[in-house]
């Protein structure tokens, strides 16, 4: 029997990974869970699976949940609450799906505690990936993605050694505006961002699909999970999203992988690896499906990409300063305050402002730092919404 914690039990992934627990009864079982503000949803979940530690975000959603909820649970809350359920000595396996840089400090507390963690926030290992790598490797912790490309890139890479990699192919659904004329991108509403093709996923998220920013994103996270600078990460769009992504080898051999889109999938691979088990999320019937497209990156349509590429490359502080200034921006746009091509702007103007300044980061604190300095510099960057 595995135990296993969840940070950010009642999102979208935290959700599928309560799924993935019902699925394996026999070996899989809930140790502590943390959350926001959804405290029914939550209280709900204790009633369920019987966690002995939870964590909400203040004291007063503590005070809430404590009238709601059997009294052998424990209740912690804040920053410092996520980190008890992520560090918690029961648990084995620790999934991380918390949003958002909220999530750097549970996560850096789980690895220092030699935990397995499976890891849906990829904003952890864009703004601290040195900093994480080195804890796991120090403390006896593990990483496993449970982002659906870097899940498939993990599998894939079983099929040889690091020498013997070419390169890392992410694909990309190319978002709900792959074929929306460009001199419309202004008029771009909330509704038709959060509208994605073949993903269900949380808004801020959904937001980054559709500026590919998340796609940017992911070669940094790639470039911190699998030891490979960026120039060894392409991208390449693939609308129907079944191949989760790829790696060639140095022979030209590439190596996919496939499966339906839903993200119980991975989230039972990084639990149970290396073993396999058989799983009940669906099968894809490849013969109904019969085509399977690619096509490349328009940098003119996507700049976010370009940007991502950028922050990659110089390293330091530089990812953690546009994960930071992004995360702003799409809130920004989210509020109604910004036009959608202004997201990438800011981020733009964000990371020229901070090139003359590149820092490296050593500590969780180096990483909160630039993401402080980030938010505050996207914040008072004035655009004007045209109505
Ligand atoms: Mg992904």
Not at 280 to 294: E, S, V, W
Not at 365 to 387: K, Q, Y
């Amino acid at each position: 029997m595995r135990r296993i914690s969840i940070l950010g039990s009642t999102g979208s992934v935290g959700r599928s990974t309560l799924a993935v627990v019902d699925a394996f009864p026999d070996e899989l079982s809930v140790a502590g869970l943390a959350a926001g503000g959804n405290v029914e949803l939550l209280a709900e979940q204790v009633h369920r699976y019987q966690p002995e530690l939870v964590s909400v975000r203040t004291r007063e959603d503590a005070t809430r949940l404590r009238g709601m909820i059997p009294a052998k649970t424990e209740i912690v809350c804040g920053a410092d609450g996520a980190c008890d359920v992520a560090s918690l000595a029961s648990a084995d396996a620790v999934i991380a799906a918390i949003v958002g840089a909220a999530g750097i400090p549970p996560v850096h507390a789980a690895l220092r505690a030699g935990k397995r963690v499976g890891i849906a926030n990829k904003e952890v290992l864009v703004a601290a990936g040195d900093v994480m790598t080195r804890t796991a490797h120090e403390h006896g912790g593990e990483i496993l993605p449970v982002d659906s490309e870097h899940n498939a890139v993990h599998q894939a890479l079983r099929c040889g050694t690091h020498p013997e990699v070419e390169r890392i192919i992410l694909t990309a659904s190319g978002g709900p505006f792959l074929r929306r004329e460009l001199s419309t991108f202004d008029d771009i509403t909330i509704d038709a961002a959060l509208a994605h093709p073949t993903w269900k996923m949380g808004n801020k998220i959904s937001i980054d699909s559709a500026t590919m920013m998340n796609k940017g994103l992911e070669v940094i996270e790639a470039h911190h999970l699998f030891g490979q600078p960026a120039e060894k990460i392409d991208i390449l769009i693939h609308p129907q999203s079944i191949v989760h992504s790829m790696v060639e080898f140095v022979d030209g051999s590439i190596i996919a992988q496939l499966s339906t889109t839903d993200m119980k999938f991975p989230v039972q691979y990084a639990l149970l690896y290396p073993e396999r088990v058989p799983a009940p999320f669906g099968r894809l019937d490849l013969a109904k499906i019969r085509t399977l497209d690619f096509l490349p990156v328009d940098p003119e349509r996507f700049p976010a990409v370009g940007l991502a590429y950028q922050a990659c490359r110089t390293g330091g502080s530089m990812p953690a300063v546009l994960n930071a200034a992004n995360e702003i921006a799409v809130e920004r746009f989210l509020a109604g305050e910004l036009p959608f091509t202004a997201i990438v702007d800011i981020v733009r103007r964000v990371l020229d402002r901070h090139a003359g300044s590149v820092a490296a980061i050593g500590t969780v604190d180096d990483a909160l730092h630039w993401d402080r300095w980030a938010r505050n510099e996207a914040r008072g960057i004035d655009v004007a919404v045209r109505r």
